[in-house]
């Protein structure tokens, strides 16, 4: 098992900056890909970025490139999204989760084992 705790959302103006943090306990993180996800109201839970268990490789979705940068600290046992230059459609919540498997699909939601409670993001124009 492992419990993830996400924290860093909050209310910017365009253009402005987060940075969210993820918090794993229970079992040793390093073993797990990390990904972030956002659902925004009425919408469907949609990838934005996931790097793998040592860090040496990152994917983002083409919404985000250039103004997301996903990273993680294993000895610290948490993972980060940094946000800069945020638009009124970056608004959702926003989701990290772990996936054991190396084989599986990272691009889709399901594939992942576990889930933090998601934390709120809110870009107004």
């Known amino acids: 098992q492992v419990q993830l705790v996400e924290s860093g959302g909050g209310s910017v103006q365009t253009g402005g900056s987060l940075r969210l943090s993820c918090a794993a306990s229970g079992r040793t993180f390093s073993r797990y890909r990390v990904g972030w996800f956002r659902q925004a109201p009425g919408k469907e839970r949609t990838f934005v970025a996931t790097?793998?268990?040592?860090?040496?490789?990152?994917e983002y979705a083409d919404s985000v490139k250039g103004r997301f940068t996903i990273s993680r600290d294993n000895e610290k046992n948490t993972a980060y999204l940094h946000m800069n230059s945020l638009e009124p459609e970056d608004t959702a919540v926003y989701y990290c989760?772990?996936?054991?498997?190396?084989?599986?699909?990272?691009?889709?939601?399901?594939?992942?084992?576990?889930w933090g409670q998601g934390t709120q993001v809110t870009v107004s124009s």
């Open positions: 989760a772990a996936l054991d498997s190396p084989f599986a699909n990272w691009l889709n939601a399901n594939a992942y084992d576990y």
């Open positions: 790097i793998t268990r040592s860090g040496a490789s990152i």
